[in-house]
């Protein structure tokens, strides 16, 4: 792709596309909006966006970029296993600060993947033109996720603050009156007050814990509860009702699911 510069005209522009959206940017000078959060691209910055969200160009003069990118329709890979595939990869929901920088060799790898995507689409269309651009987009999508994963371990200094952090708010929460007045708390609670996308946060707990964040959750509670069935005189039911269980039925069903073992049988057991 050209260098691009802002017109007057074009400035301030909002709009929303209906494509999936791979955006590989150099010597970008600017931000655009995308959804409630800013892209700050530096150079190497590969940005990814998903159909119907709202995109717009902020307010600078000297807006340029240059670089590569790549939109499709969600119909273009209908009839093929990346449909549901490319369901999985949060990276397409991923906020500002999330990124993906590349090295110049991880740069120079996408490129030649944009540009043989590039090829295909100047050739001469036959029946086998989408299946080949199909399966030039489905590597250069499992790329991109050996990547984000690579940036989840060579940033581990930073995604272990994260996840000190989240356990911070996991023991307030559960210390406090808004585990018993709100219920078991959502993934997107503790994203919003992380500054991350659920999903960012869901994919770093994976590489550093081996859980997701749902998981993590869960084991807090299961925690909360054995500390209150073995060092408190509370009743099953009490203890339910200091989780957030409207139902002591939910609570034993829960307990069960993950210790194998009824919170009465739990209790007992380690008495004795």
């Given at each position: 792709m050209d260098e691009v510069k802002a017109s007057e005209s074009e400035r301030d522009i909002t709009f929303v596309l209906n494509f999936y959206g791979i955006s590989l940017k150099r010597n970008v000078q600017g931000k655009l909006k995308y959804g409630q959060g800013y892209y700050d691209f530096d150079e190497g910055v590969l940005a990814m966006t998903e159909p119907y969200?709202?995109?717009?160009?902020?307010?600078?003069?000297?807006?340029?970029?240059?670089?590569?990118?790549?939109?499709?329709?969600?119909d273009f890979i209908l009839n093929y296993?990346?449909?549901?595939?490319?369901?999985?990869y949060g990276f397409f929901s991923?906020?500002?600060?999330?990124?993906?920088h590349l090295s110049d060799r991880e740069e120079t790898q996408l490129e030649a993947i944009f540009?043989?995507?590039?090829?295909?689409?100047?050739?001469?269309?036959?029946?086998?033109?989408?299946?080949?651009?199909?399966?030039?987009?489905?590597?250069?999508?499992?790329?991109?996720?050996r990547f984000y994963s690579r940036q989840f371990i060579t940033r581990k200094s930073v995604h272990h603050d994260l996840l000190s952090h989240l356990d911070e708010?996991?023991?307030?929460?559960?210390?406090?009156?808004?585990?018993?007045?709100?219920?078991?708390?959502?993934?997107?609670?503790?994203?919003?007050?992380?500054?991350?996308?659920?999903?960012?946060?869901?994919?770093?707990?994976?590489?550093?814990?081996?859980?997701?964040?749902?998981?993590?959750?869960?084991?807090?509670?299961?925690?909360?509860?054995k500390l209150k069935l073995t060092t408190t005189n509370l009743s099953v039911g009490e203890v339910a009702y200091h989780l957030?269980?409207?139902?002591?039925?939910?609570?034993?069903?829960?307990?069960?699911?993950?210790?194998?073992?009824t919170p009465v049988a739990f209790r007992s057991s380690f008495k004795n």
């Open positions: 969200q709202i995109l717009s160009v902020g307010r600078d003069e000297n807006y340029k970029v240059s670089g590569w990118w790549l939109v499709f329709h969600p296993s990346l449909a549901k595939e490319i369901k999985s991923y906020s500002v600060n999330e990124a993906l540009k043989n995507i590039s090829l295909e689409c100047d050739s001469t269309i036959d029946q086998f033109s989408q299946d080949v651009m199909i399966a030039h987009l489905e590597l250069l999508l499992t790329y991109c996720n708010l996991l023991e307030a929460y559960f210390n406090s009156d808004l585990i018993r007045d709100n219920g078991v708390p959502s993934v997107q609670y503790f994203a919003e007050r992380l500054n991350v996308s659920a999903n960012y946060l869901t994919d770093m707990m994976r590489v550093l814990t081996g859980s997701t964040t749902q998981q993590h959750i869960h084991h807090k509670m299961i925690d909360m509860a957030g269980f409207e139902h002591p039925q939910s609570f034993n069903k829960f307990f069960k699911s993950k210790t194998n073992l």
